[in-house]
């Protein structure tokens, strides 16, 4: 299964979000990378079986970003 999470940062918004996804990518380095890419700073990274915060409950399998959290800060 290809469920990873990732906790990133926007610092031009000054916004933190959890992100998940299922299915979209083969590899966690490709999601990191995408967001990256979009400007985020990535704070920690977890695979499906290993989630960080698990009382988010996980995602149907989906080819989009699934955003689960957002805090300003």
Known sequence: MNYFRITAHYPTENTTIIIDSNGKFEHLWQFSSA??????????????ENLSNPE????????????RKVSKN
């Open 35 to 48: 967001l990256m890419a979009k400007g985020f700073n990535i704070i920690e990274v977890s695979k499906g």
């Open 56 to 67: 988010i409950r996980k995602a149907e399998i989906s080819d989009k970003y699934i955003l």
